[in-house]
Each structure stands twice: as structure tokens, then as C-alpha cells.
């Protein structure tokens, strides 16, 4: 098991910025893929934000592409999100896998996830 565990939601006006953490805890492997996802009330939960530790680099999705950063301190994971907008409103969830081949963009491909967080933008 590797527990996660999110904090630093909230509300914020849009162009402003939030800095999202995830603790995690219990490693087993030397190296994990560790992601950001979000969901907004009626969609399904999409990728944000990708980090492998074994190397320290990130991917993100087209949507949040310059305004986001993932990045990773000793064993907290985190996502510096700036320039928000209304449409980034959502619960965001920390997850995280070992590595098992390519970079895994589902949520079927994280085997450890966090309660969520909650991000509200408002325009």
C-alpha cells in the first residue's frame, strides 16, 4: 500500500494560482509514476499532470500545458497550478503506480489513489 494524501484546494479567482500537495508514504519500489487527475461534476476523471521519479520528468495535457508544474520533493508530490480558469474547477486526485512499461495516462493504469481535493475557480 502507499497511502496519498492531498491538500491545498480551495477557491481562487481565475488567473490566480494554488499549489496542490500529495504525501505519500509505504514506498515498496524505488520508483513510481505519479499522477494528477481531475474530475468536474458529470465528466469522467482525466489526466493531468504525469511525474516519474526514476527520472524526475513530467508530461501534462494539452489543457493545462504552461500553466501547470508536477514536480516532486523527497515524498511529496506536487502540481503548481497557475493561471487557473473557471473550466479547471474540479476534484483533484493524487495516484500513483510502479513502473510497468510506458508512461500510464488512465486511471485504470494507477494502482494507488488519494481522497481528493477540491480546486474551484471562479470567473
Known amino acids: 500500500q502507499v497511502p496519498l494524501v492531498e491538500s491545498g484546494g480551495g477557491s481562487v479567482q481565475a488567473g490566480g494560482s494554488l499549489r496542490l500537495s500529495c504525501a505519500a508514504s509505504?514506498?515498496?519500489?524505488?520508483?513510481?509514476?505519479m499522477g494528477w487527475f481531475r474530475q468536474a461534476p458529470g465528466k469522467e476523471r482525466e489526466g493531468v499532470a504525469t511525474?516519474?521519479?526514476?527520472?524526475?520528468l513530467g508530461i501534462y495535457a494539452d489543457s493545462v500545458k504552461c500553466r501547470f508544474n508536477i514536480s516532486q520533493d523527497k515524498n511529496t508530490l506536487y502540481l503548481q497550478m497557475n493561471s487557473l480558469k473557471p473550466e479547471d474547477t474540479a476534484m483533484y486526485y493524487c495516484?500513483?503506480?510502479?513502473?510497468?512499461?510506458?508512461?500510464?495516462?488512465?486511471?485504470?493504469?494507477?494502482?494507488?489513489w488519494g481522497q481528493g481535493t477540491q480546486v474551484t475557480v471562479s470567473s
Open positions: 495516484a500513483a503506480t510502479p513502473p510497468r512499461g510506458a508512461w500510464p495516462n488512465r486511471v485504470d493504469q494507477y494502482q494507488y
Open positions: 509505504g514506498y515498496t519500489y524505488s520508483s513510481y509514476y
Open positions: 511525474f516519474y521519479t526514476g527520472s524526475g
